[in-house]
Structure formats: C-alpha cells, structure tokens
C-alpha cells in the first residue's frame, strides 16, 4: 500500500461544475499538506498549503483536511475550462530533518466548456 | 525574478551513456529536491539538499544516481550507464528554507532508447 492513494481519474465535468478530488494516506505522522495542479509538460505549482486539521479557502478553491480520517479534500467551485490539468496532493512529516514531499498519482481533471 | 530553471528540456540517451541533468534553483533558495515522475504517476522524491549539504538521498534508485550541488546553488544530476526504466521526467524544486512552498522547475524529460 502505497503512503498517499489518490484516484487518477480521469475525471470530466462541464464547465461552472463543483470538483471535488480527494487523498487518503496512512502515515499519521503527515502535518503539512499541498495541492498543486500540473499542466501537461509543465512542472507542477502551488495551489493550496494547509498545516494540520481544518480548511482553507481561496479563492475558488478550498482545502479541507481531516487527520482523524487521514483525508484530503480539494473543492474547485466554478469550475473553468482553464482548471483542466492534473492535480497533485502532496504531503509531509515534521519530523526526522527531511523536507522531502509524497505525492500521490495525480487526478486529470478536464473541463468541458 | 527567474524561477526554477532546469536544462536540458529534453535529452535522448542511448542505453548505457551517462547523463547530466542541471538544476538553477531559485537564487538565494536554501533547499533543493530532485524528483522523478514517471508517466501517470506523481513525482516520486530522489534526494534533498540544505545548501550544499544532501541530507536525505533515500529516494536514489540505485549506485548509477548521483547527485551534487557543491557551492549551494546550481545542482546537477548525474545518470551513470542509463536503463529504459531511467525514461522519467526529472523534476527540481527549491525552497527558500524547506518549511514553506517549494516552486517546481519544467523537468527535463530523459529517454532511454
């Protein structure tokens, strides 16, 4: 079992949709958590950066995060053709000195106009 | 300014020749990431720098992978005796001191042939 699950997709929704993409991830130790959105054959970039337990808006978008249940939640209202690519949950411990991010598989999402 | 900036985009390498691959971080960046993203897959980390230090080079996927970054600025990859299953994107990343966002360069994709 891989530290963070993540349902590749794809997923396609029309255009003005609410999206919502998810992570699950096992180790209990994650206190850092990202999303970022990936376009084809571009690095990926940040979206959302949530410590610990709660959510985040901005913007269109808003990050929930629920440790108890060890789930990631990233919520796109309105969604635009524009918001079509790959997004990327990443996560992070605290602990042991190393900054490294786990990711998980990515999610394609397209927007249908 | 600049963001991250890696070269070259793209490289072809006949099995067995040693790569390079160089990352410009961000200036004045204190972390540093190499990951590899194989297609459809999250990236997946490879090794971390704190300025000129590799504190964490767990991700390594064997001997053949080296990595350096000796003045604390630019860094280098290096790919000895390359296999098909080297064929990845190889993304860097830099920080300004590893507990905020870290930017993604474009990757340069590697094709073993």
């Known amino acids: 079992q891989k530290e963070v699950e993540q349902d590749p997709g794809p997923l396609s929704v029309p255009e003005g949709a609410i999206v919502s993409l998810n992570c699950t991830y096992s180790?209990?130790?994650?206190?850092?958590f990202m999303w970022y959105r990936q376009y084809s054959r571009k690095g990926p970039e940040l979206l959302m950066y949530t410590y610990s337990s709660g959510n985040k808006e901005d913007g269109r978008f808003t990050a929930q995060v629920d440790k108890s249940s060890k789930y990631i939640s990233l919520f796109i209202r309105d969604s635009q053709p524009s918001d079509s690519a790959t997004y990327l949950c990443a996560m992070r411990d605290a602990q042991g000195g190393s900054e490294k991010l786990v990711f998980g598989k990515g999610t394609k999402l397209t927007v249908n106009p | 300014g600049a963001g991250v900036s890696q070269s070259p985009r793209y490289k072809v390498a006949k099995r067995g020749q040693d790569v390079a691959l160089r990352c410009d971080p961000i200036s004045g960046h204190v972390s540093l990431f190499w990951y590899q993203q194989a297609l459809g897959q999250g990236p997946e980390f490879l090794t971390y720098?704190?300025?000129?230090?590799?504190?964490?080079k767990s991700g390594l996927p064997s001997d053949r992978f080296f990595a350096e970054r000796p003045e604390g600025s630019v860094s280098t990859l290096k790919i000895q005796r390359t296999q098909q299953e080297d064929s990845a994107v190889y993304l860097c990343?830099?920080?300004?001191?590893?507990?905020?966002?870290?930017?993604f360069g474009q990757g340069t994709r590697l094709t073993v042939v």
């Open positions: 990343a830099s920080s300004p001191d590893g507990n905020t966002e870290a930017f």
């Open positions: 720098f704190q300025n000129e230090a590799q504190l964490d």
């Open positions: 180790n209990s130790a994650f206190q850092y």
